[in-house]
């Protein structure tokens, strides 16, 4: 088993992407390869993560993808731990708990430390680009949508990854979440780009649409950011609360006037 590493880098986290290296040799598990995708020595990869990743992709030889971000790195073990879980025919892909070196979970929301298969219930507490590996024949023709994600030029921010692991769910995958196992990750700095939040909210959204879920699932993550909204009131952040409310509205939005008709 061969499993291909693709980083995508802006050539701005040269420090992080070095402790990244260092970290892959220090593994236990020698057969891998790291493609590092230069956006900057590519212009035509410049128009976001989504199509920079699909690029890689193509690139790789290995029998399993997976995509850590520049400033991530592993503990010496992780792709062995890899390795022993995809060796079951009847598993397709396995996602670890995001964290940072102080252990807390890094990965923009709650991650359980327990074990599931991942379904559509539970893959927005389950896996982050970083965290998961897949199969290369779970994965067949499928690729990111570059209209998602950073960088697409779309007011879809975000969601690529997990728009990526609801397709391949669909298909009857079995991907296996283990919270016992971690990768790192730092924590985000807690700045508040009201943009951000709207375009990160646009992303969930057509999400939420693209693969049907319940409008109850849509009122659900609305109220919580409007909770967020007054929590931040309340605490006198008004930047953050303006966030939070994008956010919310970007969500709605995004349902309502999703990717594939806008």
């Known amino acids: 088993m061969k499993i291909s590493l693709i980083t995508v880098t802006m050539g701005d986290r040269a420090d992080a992407l070095i402790r990244l290296k260092n970290s892959l040799a220090r593994q236990t598990f020698r057969d891998f390869e790291h493609i590092v995708v230069d956006q900057r020595e590519h ?4 128009g976001g993560l989504s199509r920079a990743r699909n690029y890689g992709m193509r690139q790789a030889k290995g029998d399993v993808i997976a995509f850590p971000d520049d400033d ?37 929301g709650w991650m359980a430390t327990g074990k599931k298969y991942i379904n559509k219930c539970t893959v927005w507490h389950t896996a982050v680009s970083c965290s998961f590996f897949l199969k ?20 879809f921010g975000s969601g690529e990854e997990t728009d990526f692991l609801l397709s391949i769910l669909a298909k009857g995958a079995r991907i296996l979440y283990d919270g016992t196992k971690c990768v790192f990750h730092p924590s985000a700095a807690g700045k508040f780009d009201v943009r951000k939040g709207w375009l990160y909210g646009n992303g969930m ?10 409008i109850a699932r849509l ?17 006198f952040r ?10 919310a509205s970007g969500r709605l939005w ?7 008709i806008d």
Not at 238 to 247: D, E, R
């Open 43 to 46: 212009p035509e990869l410049r």
């Open 72 to 108: 991530a790195w592993y503990g010496p073990t992780v792709l062995q731990d890899v390795a022993d879980i995809l060796s079951d025919v009847n598993v397709d892909g396995v996602s670890f708990r995001v964290v940072d070196d102080n252990g807390n979970c890094s990965a923009g």
């Open 136 to 155: 290369r024949d779970a994965i067949g023709e499928l690729r990111f949508d570059e209209r998602l994600g950073a960088g697409s030029g779309t007011r």
């Open 205 to 214: 959204g057509t999400v939420l649409r693209r693969h049907h879920y319940p």
């Open 219 to 235: 009122v659900w993550v609305v109220a919580v950011q409007i909770a967020r909204v007054l929590q931040s009131l309340v605490q």
């Open 238 to 247: 008004f930047n953050k609360a303006v966030y939070h409310l994008a956010m």
């Open 254 to 260: 995004g349902f309502v006037r999703p990717l594939d």
